[in-house]
Nanobody, 124 residues
Framework: VQLQAFGGGLVQAGGSLSLSCAASGRIFSSYNTGWFRQAPGKEREFVAAIRWSGGTTYYADSVKGRFTISRDNAKNTVTLQMNSLKPEDTAVYYC??????????????????WGQGTLVTVSS
């Protein structure tokens, strides 16, 4: 499966952005999907994930209550709605997917496919 992340940009603190991850190739509806981010000089960290069925979601504590992950399997798309953005949310955001069973959605090693990343910059 090929993943493409888009929707990043520059936004002021307190604003909102919506990131999308579009998939092509295999049946995306059977893939567990996550979002990770990497800020300059920092390690890649987990942001949010959603099971293939869309019924269960997972969030990092730092984004809980502000970000919402959802999916539209008919459109092969996973969306990350980001509200109340903070300067510390500035990072390159990557979407990732796997067709395997996932033990820990927060571990990037669980995912087999990665998008190219999209830059989110939040100004103070």
């Amino acid at each position: 499966v090929q993943l493409q992340a888009f929707g990043g940009g520059l936004v002021q603190a307190g604003g909102s952005l919506s990131l999308s991850c579009a998939a092509s190739g295999r049946i995306f509806s059977s893939y567990n999907t996550g979002w990770f981010r990497q800020a300059p000089g920092k390690e890649r960290e987990f942001v949010a994930a959603i099971r293939w069925s869309g019924g269960t979601t997972y969030y990092a504590d730092s984004v809980k209550g502000r970000f919402t992950i959802s999916r539209d399997n008919a459109k092969n798309t996973v969306t990350l709605q980001m509200n109340s953005l903070k300067p510390e949310d500035t990072a390159v955001y990557y979407c990732a997917a796997t067709g395997r069973y996932v033990r820990d959605y927060a571990k990037f090693g669980e995912y087999d496919y990665w998008g190219q990343g999209t830059l989110v910059t939040v100004s103070s």
